[in-house]
């Protein structure tokens, strides 16, 4: 074998060697911005599955509670928000402006025991509470797959991969201030 044909298979080899690793990084990367979106969409599946609980919600409540017309303008106004946010930010936003509204509701629920011995109050309560706990094992899941997507974008020499295909952090989901706590759903019969 001739001196030119060795150098250029060691040349080849070397190129592949670098190469693999790149490639393998870049399919990791792809793979998890596809996780991170699949997490992000699953969040959505369930604030719209809430957000078209509430109507019923409303329509329940306002049987019993005619005079708090206020509440039912903030939840539609609310609602509307989240129909309309654009990015993830708005959406957080608007899931935490839907969530004190809800909140709100369920304060005034309260003032009327005959409301909360409502069976179709009931199921509806049950499920919001069960769509509730399903928005925050989404936005659980959904934080973790921005960390671990974050921390291998930001790795070295991963970030060189990164940053030359545009693989950008992502944001967390995070509440608003004074709203780090699901809203409290308490339906127990009256004392």
């Known amino acids: 074998?001739?001196?030119?044909?060795?150098?250029?298979?060691?040349?080849?080899?070397?190129i592949l060697v670098i190469l693999f690793p790149l490639i393998g990084s870049y399919n990791k990367m792809v793979r998890l911005d596809q996780s991170v979106k699949q997490s992000e969409s699953d969040i959505d599946t369930?604030?719209?599955?809430?957000?078209?609980?509430?109507?019923?919600?409303?329509?329940?409540?306002?049987?019993?509670?005619?005079?708090?017309?206020?509440?039912?303008?903030?939840?539609?106004?609310?609602?509307?928000?989240?129909?309309?946010?654009?990015?993830?930010?708005?959406?957080a936003e608007a899931d935490n402006q839907l969530s004190g509204s809800l909140s709100r509701l369920l304060m005034i629920?309260?003032?009327?025991?005959?409301?909360?011995?409502?069976?179709?109050?009931?199921?509806?309560?049950?499920?919001?509470?069960?769509?509730?706990?399903?928005?925050?094992?989404?936005?659980?899941?959904?934080?973790?797959?921005?960390?671990?997507?974050n921390g291998v974008t930001r790795s070295f020499p991963n970030s060189i991969i990164a940053g030359i295909f545009r693989f950008d952090p992502k944001p967390y989901y995070k509440a608003a201030e004074g709203s780090k706590e699901v809203p409290k759903v308490d339906f127990s019969m009256g004392k």
């Open 46 to 91: 369930q604030l719209q599955r809430r957000s078209d609980l509430i109507p019923n919600l409303i329509a329940t409540v306002k049987g019993y509670a005619t005079q708090e017309k206020s509440i039912f303008t903030e939840l539609a106004d609310a609602r509307s928000k989240l129909a309309g946010a654009q990015n993830l930010t708005q959406k």
């Open 1 to 14: 074998m001739s001196k030119g044909i060795k150098i250029l298979i060691i040349v080849a080899v070397v």
């Open 109 to 149: 629920v309260e003032n009327y025991p005959d409301l909360k011995s409502n069976q179709n109050f009931r199921d509806l309560s049950i499920t919001l509470e069960g769509t509730e706990n399903r928005i925050g094992i989404a936005r659980k899941d959904y934080n973790i797959k921005v960390g671990e997507y």
